[in-house]
């Protein structure tokens, strides 16, 4: 599979144009199996998830289809999203997304996948494919409290990944108060603005948006510069 990593979807042209390089489509023939998982158990107005899937439905011009992998077996999600060029995972509460990963089948329906599939993650989306946050850094940056019996993520990369940094929605990822809660994090960890995104294929990652944060075990790998 290919994989383009944002931290909060197709909100620019440059990640949209990474992704038609992704699928080698244009973005009005692109179609989409949005999983919309990580929302039920946040509280809170959902303002934020309604217009994420309204962007989606409005940059990607193909059919746009809403797959619960709750509501399915494992042969119809495979089928739901196999007929899709693009799986989009919306954000919301990474433990409980993994936990629905693994209770659905989803993520052996991943695995089953061509490689030619492209899967674009928002949020909690990018994150549950990587390695899961320490509970204290998840607990001081998004939050998090309870873990839905998650002990880890996906792990298909060896990296994690920190989205919304200096945005307005979580106070606490700054640059200052990430190093602090991830010094002693060893792997490799990709700190994203709301406007960039990693489009990892053949294992490669490339930035989309500038370079991010790029940081392990409390020192800076790269540090974040705009475009």
């Known amino acids: 599979m290919k994989y383009l990593l944002t931290s909060q979807g197709l909100r620019t042209r440059s990640i949209r144009q990474a992704l038609e390089t992704l699928v080698g489509k244009s ?12 929302h039920a158990v946040e509280d809170g107005d959902k303002r934020w ?19 619960n992998l709750l509501a399915l077996d494992k042969s119809q999600i495979f089928s739901r999203v196999n007929a899709c060029d693009v799986i989009f995972a919306v954000g919301g509460n990474t433990d409980y997304l993994r936990s629905v990963y693994l209770k659905s089948g989803f993520d052996e329906v991943l695995s089953q996948l061509g490689e030619d599939k492209v899967y674009v993650g928002s949020s909690a989306g990018s994150m549950v494919l990587g390695i899961r946050l320490p509970n204290n850094a998840r607990s001081v940056l998004y939050n998090d409290q309870e873990i839905f019996g998650t002990e880890s993520y996906l792990e298909l990369f060896d990296f994690s990944f920190v989205p919304h940094m200096d945005g307005d929605s979580f106070f606490n990822c700054r640059r200052e108060i990430v190093m602090e809660n991830l ?6 960890t990709y700190c994203l603005t709301d406007d960039q995104a990693l489009s990892v294929e053949d294992g490669k990652v490339t930035f989309v948006g500038g370079t991010p944060l790029v940081i392990q075990t409390g020192k800076v790998i790269s540090e974040t510069s705009l475009e």
């Open 27 to 38: 973005a009005e023939e692109i179609s989409v199996a949005i999983i919309n998982e990580a």
């Open 49 to 67: 998830n309604i217009a994420e899937i309204a962007n989606t439905a409005k940059v990607l011009g193909g059919e746009v289809d809403l797959v």
């Open 183 to 188: 010094s002693t994090f060893e792997p490799l």
